[in-house]
């Protein structure tokens, strides 16, 4: 096999075999949101994080989709009104969650569902607390000034 049947791209091995199999190539790897996703698989792989989430160009899904699939990671994409996708990655009962709360954008998250989000991607706990006390108290002082 000649050198440039293989390519390698950050310690993985493509065989470049001309099979349908081999559908993505290596220049699709090179746009900067593809490379900061290879970076998050990276992190993912090494335990740094349980649950990833990455926003990328819709262009670029079926790519994710494959890549994804191909290294056993489980995954959920949303679909945003801006054309981007959401991408969570990660450990298969984070994504699980992440699919329980239904086709909500981020914005429309509850504030414990936002509060778990937090969590699993890792966020420090005190600030998630903060954050999740502050989303309530802001709730309530809006229902109090639109209930006078």
Known sequence: MRVEDHLTLQGEQFQNDNSDRMRIKIEDYKSAEMQILMHHVYEYKKGLRNLVLHTMNRRE???????????????????????????????????????????????????????????????????????????????????GKTGS
């Not at 991408?87 to 086709?103: A, M, T």
């Open 61 to 143: 899904k079926h790519i994710t989709e494959e890549m994804l699939t191909r290294k056993g990671i489980s995954f959920y994409m949303q679909q945003l009104p801006s054309g981007k996708i959401n991408v969570f990655f990660g450990n298969d009962k984070c994504v699980k969650i992440i699919e329980s709360f239904g086709h909500k954008t981020l914005n429309d998250f509850t504030d414990e569902e936002d509060f778990i989000l937090g969590t699993m991607l890792g966020y420090d706990r005190m600030q998630q607390c903060e954050r999740f006390l502050k989303r309530r108290t802001t709730k309530a002082q809006m229902l």
